[in-house]
């Protein structure tokens, strides 16, 4: 009878043991089926992209290493729900298995709030640009409360005065950012036509998902932005994305009457006037997994093979150059674009025939775009007033009397312009960010 019942217990150990191999090979099959009906489709990933959903809508890094950390061996990876934890590669740590799983999704938050505190913001420069970013850099770090890291790409000359700007600021200032320097650099085969195309190096852009490949999201600003609010407010606009966004812009025009895609353009582009992509936040994750509609083929691209193809249908029709190319791409796929209001990219054409930003007037300027070189001429002065006020501000010094009265007392001789009488919209939130930042130096912090 004993022997009997060691033959049934043994019997039922091998075929614990069998069932578990055979649903782990079920699941491997699975797996590999619907990977390969997907790439013969043509079709985005679906369960891996809304695997990683609940994570991306957040604003942060994933897999990001700074030059601390360049000897860490983890591998960014987003793991699906059910992929078993003992099949991932081997130099993929099991911290990333735990974060990305849904049983971490409280119990990692924790972890997950300190991985998402530094807003992370990248610039193309080329030519005489020097000095207007380093400007731009400056308005990011005075305002803002959390850690921030420039991706800073420019022509190879201009590398070394980068360097020197940034490390002759004050040490004070230089532990709230961490940069890094990159080169211009385009795919081989078409280098040239891309440097050409519109403002030299700014097609850069486009292939910054493509080469921050352990970035997971961005902020993207051209080189004369100002921030009149903190970085990581506008940061904070990827927790509103859904599921579908993948990147963010303000529209290229308010008023449809004065809009220049809807009267001119001769190539597709976004709603109703079209979105300006002088400011643009990216999850690039999702950048980088997404398959566009597009039509040019009846299978969905990926984004390395969506540009070129663009670009040489297009090439003869398009006069912003990538903004352009990134009107196209978000008409035949407007469900990926999440649009932020025009206070995030307040431009001259929101001014200049009249006040036309119903948010800016309600709550402020937020963010300035100088755009058509008015920072450095007289076409528009209540724009250049507000670049001198902060690119002559020494750092350390009183905000109140040596930015916002000499700011204020240049705004009032530029009434005799349009964006001159609406100029008290530049400075109604920039107060407020002042006095922010006076408490907290005050309070010590």
């Known amino acids: 009878m004993r022997c009997y019942l060691h033959a049934f217990l043994l019997c039922t150990v091998l075929t614990f043991f069998s069932l578990l191999y055979v649903f782990s090979q079920l699941a491997s099959t699975l797996e590999a089926g619907d990977e390969r009906g997907v790439k013969e489709r043509g079709l985005p990933d679906k369960s891996r992209h809304d ?34 934890y003992w099949r991932l590669p081997a130099d993929v740590c099991g911290v990333n298995c735990l974060l990305d799983s849904s049983l971490s999704e409280r119990s990692g938050s ?27 850099l400056k308005s990011a770090v005075l305002f ?27 040490r004070s200032v230089q532990t709230r950012f961490n940069f890094t320097i990159y080169p211009i650099t385009f ?39 100002l921030f009149l609010r903190p970085v990581e407010d506008i940061w904070s606009l990827l927790s509103q994305f859904n599921s579908s966004h993948l990147a963010a812009m303000a529209p290229e025009h308010e008023e449809p009457r004065i809009g220049w895609y809807n009267r001119f353009a001769r190539h597709p582009y976004y709603g109703k006037t079209g979105v300006n992509s002088g400011v643009m936040l990216m999850n690039m994750t999702r950048i980088r997994e997404k398959f566009f509609k597009n039509d040019m083929t009846a299978v969905a691209l990926q ?26 791409i978000f008409h035949f796929n407007p469900e990926s674009l999440f649009v932020f209001p025009c206070q995030w990219n307040y431009r001259p054409d929101h001014c200049i025939y009249g006040s036309n930003c119903h948010q800016a007037e309600q709550e402020g300027v937020f963010i300035l775009h100088g755009n058509r070189g008015v920072y450095h001429d007289d076409k528009q002065p209540a724009f250049r007033a507000v670049y001198e006020a902060i ?22 001789s530029t009434t005799h312009t349009y964006c001159g009488r609406a100029s008290h919209l530049f400075t109604k939130r920039l107060k407020r960010s002042l006095a922010s930042v006076q408490q907290d130096a005050a309070r010590g912090k």
């Open 303 to 328: 984004w390395g093979e969506i540009l070129m193809p663009l670009l040489q249908k297009y090439k003869l029709n398009i006069t912003w150059g990538d903004q352009d190319l990134l009107n196209i």
């Open 110 to 136: 924790a972890a997950r709030e300190h991985a998402d505190e530094r807003s992370h913001l990248a610039v193309v420069a080329c030519g005489p640009r020097l000095e207007e970013t380093l400007t731009m």
């Open 391 to 412: 690119q002559k501000y020494p750092f350390g010094g009183n905000m109140e009397t040596s930015l916002l009265q000499p700011l204020d007392a240049s705004l009032q």
């Open 187 to 225: 795919p081989k085969e078409n280098a040239k036509e891309w440097k050409k195309l519109f403002k030299p190096c700014a097609s850069q852009r486009l292939f910054l998902p493509l080469i921050l490949t352990e970035v997971d999201s961005l902020i993207y600003v051209d080189t004369d932005i």
């Open 51 to 84: 695997a990683g959903s609940l994570l991306r809508k957040r604003p942060g890094l994933v897999g990001l290493r700074s030059s601390d950390e360049a000897l860490d061996r983890c591998k960014s990876l987003s793991v699906s729900y059910w992929n078993p």
């Open 144 to 170: 803002g409360k959390k850690p921030l890291h420039f991706y800073i790409f420019a022509e190879d000359e201009l590398h070394d005065s980068f360097r020197n700007g940034l490390k002759s600021w004050p």
